[in-house]
């Protein structure tokens, strides 16, 4: 079989025992429309450090389904490093990330395949429409992608998230990368490659709720602007000229005003004024400066990016 021929889906899933059950027939099918393609395809399902039911209702769809493999990690990592544990095992052919709570339809996978037939190394969805997410969500997602593209040099096409089909070189090339703030979004858009986008509406949850919150999704957006780009610093470096600009034209003004009409040691709200202002801009600038530093402080720890607990690869991998 060539490179071509093979496909592994990979989905994360952190704490999804009610949206699996629902969501595998539906792969399953797909892969059976697949392999009258002449296309043969796996399924691994990671299971991000769930806490509910989520592995053992795996374990059970494994028992039920030859074409299926499971990986544990140790403990909840993140959707991001659950992704790259699966995408690290696939080392034949091509792989197709979902989300585990079909969000992502898995009937559309047929067309991301067609196009890597034809060459392409990474199809990714595009969302027309996102259905089920409140305007909070939408806008600030929407608002996200535009200022990312503006940051940052790598391409990061909009609306699109890991809903995507990798091809055998990109997935390898995606291996060289190991930061460990890992927005993959922007991984995918750096290695490059022949990239084409699907368009899709994007569904409902099937169940339970998003791990997404406010607050997580401003802590991905810091990671993706940080990982991505440097312009914050730079942002800091125009705002401190900016200042001392302002600051030389104040003092010759105060200077100016003090020799023509003396001095009464007036004043004190102007003082108070520049004095917290100037206080507040360094501190910003000095978090800014943090929050890279921060990261660079993980990076160089080189730690693993995650561990594993259990790995079953699909019962019937030895056939292929
Ligand atoms: N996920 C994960 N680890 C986490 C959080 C989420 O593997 O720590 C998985 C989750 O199971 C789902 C996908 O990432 O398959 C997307 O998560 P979610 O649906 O909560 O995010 P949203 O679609 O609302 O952005
Ligand atoms: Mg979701």
Redo the contacts with the bound molecule.
């Keep these: 079989m060539s490179a071509h021929d093979r496909l592994t889906f990979v ?6 025992e009610n949206a699996l059950p629902v969501l595998h027939p539906r792969i399953a099918r797909v892969m059976d429309a697949l392999a009258a393609d002449g296309i043969s395809s796996r399924v691994l399902y ?1 299971d ?1 450090g769930s806490g509910d039911a989520t592995w053992s209702v795996l374990q059970g769809i494994a028992a039920g389904d030859a074409r299926v493999g499971l990986l544990r990690l140790s403990r ?1 990592f ?2 991001e490093v ?1 992704l790259t544990a699966g995408l690290d095992l696939v080392t034949e052919g091509a792989a197709m990330i979902l ?3 079909g ?1 992502d339809p898995p009937e559309l996978v047929p067309q991301f395949v067609a196009h890597w037939r034809a060459g392409y190394d990474d199809v990714h969805g595009t969302r027309l429409s996102r259905d089920g997410e409140g305007w909070l969500k939408r806008g600030t997602a929407h608002a996200f992608y535009r200022v990312m593209q503006r940051l940052a040099k790598t391409p990061i096409p909009a609306d699109t998230g890991d809903y995507r089909l990798l091809s055998e070189r990109a997935l390898s090339a995606l291996r060289q990368v190991r930061e460990r703030h890992r927005f993959m979004k922007g991984l995918f858009g750096w290695i490059g490659f022949n990239r084409i986008a699907v368009p899709y509406a994007r569904e409902r ?1 099937i169940a339970g709720r ?3 919150g406010f607050w997580r999704l401003w802590n991905f957006a810091l990671d993706g602007i940080t990982s991505f780009s440097t312009a914050p610093l730079r942002l800091a470096t125009y705002v401190g000229v900016f200042t001392a600009c302002g600051a030389f034209a104040f003092a010759l003004y105060v200077v100016g005003k003090a020799m023509l009409y003396g001095d009464r040691v007036a004043g004190w709200p102007t003082m108070m004024a520049v004095i917290l202002f100037l206080g507040g801009v360094q501190l910003v600038a000095l978090g800014v400066i943090g929050e890279y530093l921060g990261r660079l402080y993980e990076e160089s720890k080189q730690r693993p990016l995650y561990l594993v607990s259990a790995w079953h690869p699909a019962a019937d991998a030895e056939q292929r």
């Design positions: 989905i994360a899933a952190y704490e999804e990671i991000d909840n993140g959707k659950a989300d585990a709570d969000q949850r998003t791990k997404f």
